[in-house]
């Protein structure tokens, strides 16, 4: 599996975007079933690299590489690492018929962390998943 990492800044926005190739092309995959999940991404506010502090909150896209069926393409989401249980992310994001992308809310809970980690937030439809680093920084 191949992995590619991007890191833009745009003044105090901070994008992030780790795709995740694609793996296999079996007759079943998504590369023959309709649109696969081409990207994952947040976009937070914090300035100097930081992506979420606590009770902050960033935004989260899923995009299909086409358009969603009928009924609408249902991404699931989960977070895993050390922390992973202070990162909040609905369990699951629909793209709309017809569409290709969703969004959604992700939020550090008012705990936070007590020392800088990196969680992974991870979106899974047909059998494709695509990952995105999160970093975790606690209050200053």
């Given amino acids: 599996m191949m992995a590619t990492r991007a890191i833009i800044a745009l003044s105090t926005v901070l994008l992030l975007a780790f795709n995740v190739a694609a793996c296999g092309n079996s ?3 998504p590369s023959r079933t309709g649109a696969a999940l081409q990207s994952l991404m ?4 914090s300035p100097g690299g930081v ?28 977070v895993t690492g050390a922390e992973s249980r202070v990162v909040i992310v609905p369990a699951a994001v629909t793209i709309p018929a017809g569409s290709t ?4 809310q992700v939020m550090l809970a008012s705990s936070g962390v007590s020392a800088p980690t990196e969680v992974t937030l ?19």
Avoid at 42 to 45: E, K, P, Q
Avoid at 70 to 76: F, L, R
Avoid at 101 to 104: G, K, L
């Fill in 42 to 45: 947040v976009v937070g506010s």
């Fill in 51 to 78: 992506v979420l502090h606590r009770d902050e909150t960033a935004t989260g896209t899923v995009t299909l590489n086409g358009s969603a069926p009928a009924g609408g393409a249902v991404v699931a989401l989960t």
């Fill in 122 to 140: 991870n979106a899974v439809y047909r059998d494709v998943t695509r990952s995105f680093v999160i970093r975790l920084e606690p209050l200053r």
């Fill in 27 to 29: 007759p079943t995959g």
């Fill in 101 to 104: 992308s969703a969004t959604f």
